[in-house]
């Protein structure tokens, strides 16, 4: 983090003509001291340096630190400080990882979501779709409770989003389109697939992922919400590849 301190110039507002000469570090440090309304982090004590005060800072802030140290950097200077971060979380083998969005999140293990995976939701043509599905995943990747519930109520609304792809047809006609390019043809895989489409469509109902009248089936285990989305997560990663 002090090796990417890079310089940074500002206006404290429109109405001064002089500028403040800081770097991406110490910004970094008063919008996480403001945020908090506290001095969470402080660099006067002149007996330690940077590193041994960063070092002692209580880790939720400290990844909220990183986070906001990306937002400062530039572009080059990013891509740079995240592969550094990254590789210091894989050797202390810390189950985190920093994404391209600045966002500190638990890394996927065991389940569909891959780097592959998300470079295909990339390539997707339709906007709302590939809207819900970065939301979704963005969320599960958080190390928090509420996100990786909100992650699986936003990966249902993709797959609703999905089963409208072809908007020049019905919703019926679009998932039928859908199920017959991912099986194709095969009766035997269009019979699988349309079933967990409808096996699917059914959790989101009965369960409270979508919809929270009183008369859902509450999900109290967090481990299921992650089972949650990772099944539907599977069928719209295979969807997603034989989209037109």
Not at 64 to 84: G, H, M, R, W
Not at 193 to 209: H, K, P, S, V, Y
Request: glycine share 2%; with cysteine.
């Amino acid at each position: 983090m002090v090796e990417f301190a890079e310089p940074i110039q500002y206006r404290p507002s429109r109405y001064d003509n002089w500028v403040e000469n800081t770097d991406a570090l110490k910004e970094a440090v008063r919008r996480l001291n403001c945020f908090l309304d506290i001095d969470a982090v402080s660099f006067h004590d002149t007996s330690l340096t940077e590193e041994q005060i960063l070092a002692g800072i209580f880790t939720p802030f400290l990844f909220d630190l990183i986070e906001l140290q990306y937002d400062e950097l530039s572009a080059n200077e990013k891509s740079l400080f995240k592969k550094k971060v990254n590789q210091l979380l894989q050797e202390d083998n810390l189950p985190f990882e920093l994404s391209d969005s600045g966002l500190i999140g638990l890394v996927a293990e065991y389940e569909p979501l891959t780097s592959e995976v998300i470079e295909k939701i990339q390539s997707i043509h339709e906007d709302g779709l590939k809207e819900l599905l970065n939301l979704a995943l963005e969320k599960h990747l958080q190390p928090d409770t509420q996100a990786h519930k909100d992650a699986v109520e936003k990966i249902w609304a993709a797959l609703e989003r999905l089963k409208t792809y072809y908007s020049s047809m019905d919703k019926k006609s679009s998932v039928e389109k859908i199920v017959n390019d991912m099986a194709g043809g095969q009766a035997a895989y269009i019979s699988l697939f349309d079933e967990e489409f409808r096996a699917l469509t059914r959790l989101g109902n009965d369960f409270r992922i979508r919809h929270h009248e009183t008369n859902k089936i509450d999900i109290m285990d967090i481990h299921h919400y992650d089972y949650f989305f990772n099944r539907c997560l599977s069928l719209i990663s295979l969807a997603i590849q034989y989209l037109e």
